[in-house]
């Protein structure tokens, strides 16, 4: 994994199809792309053969193909697919869809979080042990 963070920005309007957000962020554990169809476009049928693959709905509706059956998605909709499942996504319009689609393949390590009491603090703990902090006062809110 590379060190640091690093940001990257969506683009519902991209000429191409698939917008490579992995390698754009230079995430290496799971797959990450953005999909941008425009209306009529459609994927291939496809199944993997390890990987999982989530699908969330940015903009416009998500129409998914799942062993041929038709099912409808719509902005903030989230579906998972096993591997071995066959689908295909379409969009029958009126709009643009654009759509987060992530992939893994192993299995996931669980919670390794660690938590800190204040930026000072040098001894990570679990995030059991350190209770969410207060909200933030009216003060430090934006208004516009």
């Keep these: 994994m590379e060190k640091g963070t690093s940001v990257t920005r ?29 209306p009529g476009e459609r994927g291939r049928i496809h199944a993997h053969e390890r990987q999982e693959e989530v699908f969330v709905v940015l903009r416009g509706t998500l129409t998914i193909e799942i062993e041929g059956e038709e099912r409808d998605l719509g902005v903030d ?5 096993a591997p071995e499942v066959r689908r295909r996504i379409l ?41 969410l902090p207060g ?4 003060s430090e809110l934006r208004t516009a």
């Design 10 to 38: 969506l683009d519902h309007d991209s000429p191409e199809r698939f917008v490579g957000l992995r390698r754009a962020l230079g995430v290496s554990s799971f797959g990450m792309n953005q999909i941008v169809l425009r």
């Design 91 to 131: 969009n029958r319009g009126p709009g643009i869809c654009s759509v987060l689609a992530l992939g893994g393949a192993t299995a996931h390590d669980g919670r390794d979080g660690l938590a800190y009491a204040d930026w000072d603090d040098t001894a990570p703990r679990t995030p059991q042990e350190i209770p």
């Design 77 to 81: 909709d989230v579906i998972r697919i």
């Design 135 to 138: 909200d933030l006062p009216a």
